[in-house]
């Protein structure tokens, strides 16, 4: 199979190499190791269209990347493009504020619930804006996030280990030392422990950051969990951000606020909304969101911005493509009232339901976990080579694995990428490349 797969990807390797002097991209040696050498790169792809895409020689996969998770109609669709490219003919520069800003802070609001909006570019810059007015409204200092989850490159949450005994994030990732970390808690997700500690350092810790579902963990849906850190924080004026850069506009139009029936102080989106163009949004609740701007005032009286500010800021934080691109995503999921969201979670689970049926019939040691139309296989072993098998196969996904559906990816190519996959494990095991479980070996789904 590596030898395979090499030449299959002949001149994506060929172009890796070439620029590799003066491309400096992590992703090209992203979990490097002696035996995978052959096989690390990125695909170099310029073409993409629904669910599928094209490398530069030539091949085409079923896309389970997505866009990391930021295309939701398909590549290339065309009433996004018609939209983005409509902006283009009339302005795409920044300076003065664009029309579309307001209008799509308003539907947002209308969409989701928040009182609030304000925009940035990505989802790491937006969850650090929620982190800078989560501390200037509390005029607390700590923040405490969970093992498991991802939240962007945001210094303070660059860790993957803490203290023990402190609960203190530990510095791991060079770069990022542990002064800027002193302030952050790293807890475990969804145990009692990390509710107790809550509650004994309530007077320090500004904020809760949370994905409510770990994108790295997507079977584990701890509402009561999220219910019990909403009345936590709650009652001790600590903010409950709900990190939705994944799940927002995906698992529903609300997000996981409206999912899990749960309010947060603060929310941060990205991804889907912005219709494959960068976005970062943080929303939420006046009492934080006017930490931006001073709060609500009006022209003729006698009214002023009352609240403190923090700063923030950004030269392209409301750029018209993006702006356009998100008000379409809007449009297009509102004029289908939740039914679209709602069908592709459904054939999702129906997709990874038969799959984890079919994994347990043939004993192959794998299952699939999912939360709406996000899903992860989860595979035995620190190096597992279904990614590369199934590169080789024709199917693209990532290096961090995440996999997510569109609305391109419709019941045919669902039904052959199901195939693909069962395919992909029988010739894994008739390489020696995965071990069939034995018939009365428990299963790991
Ligand atoms: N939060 C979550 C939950 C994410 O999944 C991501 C990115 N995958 C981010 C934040 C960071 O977003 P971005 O990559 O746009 O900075």
């Not at 969970?146 to 510095?171: C, I, M, Q, R, W």
């Not at 998100?326 to 979670?345: F, P």
């Amino acid at each position: 199979m590596f030898e395979d797969l090499s030449a299959k990807n002949k001149l994506s390797k060929k172009h890796t190499q070439h620029f590799r002097r003066c491309l400096a991209l992590n992703r090209n040696s992203a979990g490097f190791t002696n035996e995978l050498k052959e096989l690390t790169y990125t695909l170099v792809c310029d073409k993409a269209e629904g669910a599928y895409i094209w490398d530069v020689d030539g091949n085409k996969y079923i896309d389970l990347t997505m866009g990391f998770g930021s295309i939701l109609f398909g590549h290339n669709y065309l009433p996004l493009r018609n939209a983005i490219e409509e902006q283009l003919k009339i302005n795409w520069s920044v300076g003065p504020i664009s029309p579309l800003a307001g209008k799509l802070a308003s539907e947002i609001s209308k969409a989701t619930g928040v009182e609030r909006v304000a925009f940035f570019n990505s989802g790491t810059e937006a969850v650090m804006v929620a982190l800078r007015i989560a501390k200037a409204v509390t005029r607390k200092n700590y923040i405490v996030y969970f093992k498991g989850s991802y939240h962007g490159t945001f210094d303070p949450l660059l860790t993957l280990k803490n203290n023990p005994v402190t609960n203190v994030a530990k510095e791991v990732v060079p770069g990022v030392t542990q002064s800027i970390l002193n302030e952050s808690y790293l807890l475990e997700y969804g145990s009692e422990e990390s509710l107790d500690f809550i509650k004994r350092n309530k007077d320090k810790i500004a904020a809760v950051l949370t994905e409510p579902v770990q994108s790295r963990n997507p079977g584990v849906q701890p509402v009561r969990f999220l219910k019990q850190l909403r009345e936590l924080t709650e009652e001790n004026s600590i903010a409950l951000i709900f990190d939705e850069v994944i799940t927002g506009f995906r698992i529903d139009v609300g997000g996981c606020q409206k999912y899990f029936d749960i309010k947060a102080d603060i929310v941060t989106y990205g991804k889907v909304i912005g219709g494959g163009l960068p976005i970062g949004i943080v929303a939420g609740k006046s009492k934080f969101l006017d930490a931006t701007d001073g709060g609500c005032w009006q022209y003729g009286d006698s009214s002023a911005p009352s609240v403190k500010t923090t700063f923030v800021a950004g030269t392209f934080c409301h750029h018209p493509l993006a702006m356009a691109a998100s008000l379409k995503v809007l449009e297009m999921l509102n004029d289908t009232g939740d039914n679209l969201l709602h069908n592709l979670n459904a054939a999702t689970a129906n997709f990874c339901n038969a799959l984890n049926t079919n994994f347990k019939k043939r004993g192959y040691p794998i299952s699939i976990n999912h939360f709406g139309s996000l899903f992860r296989f989860i595979t035995p072993g620190k190096t597992n080579m279904l990614y590369y098998q199934l590169l080789l196969n024709g199917v693209y996904i990532w290096e961090g694995r995440n996999c997510f559906l569109s609305t391109a990816h419709d019941p045919g190519l669902l039904s052959s990428l199901e195939e693909n996959i069962l395919l992909s494990c029988e010739q894994l095991v008739s390489q020696g490349l995965m071990k069939r479980k034995a018939q009365n070996e428990s299963l790991l789904i």
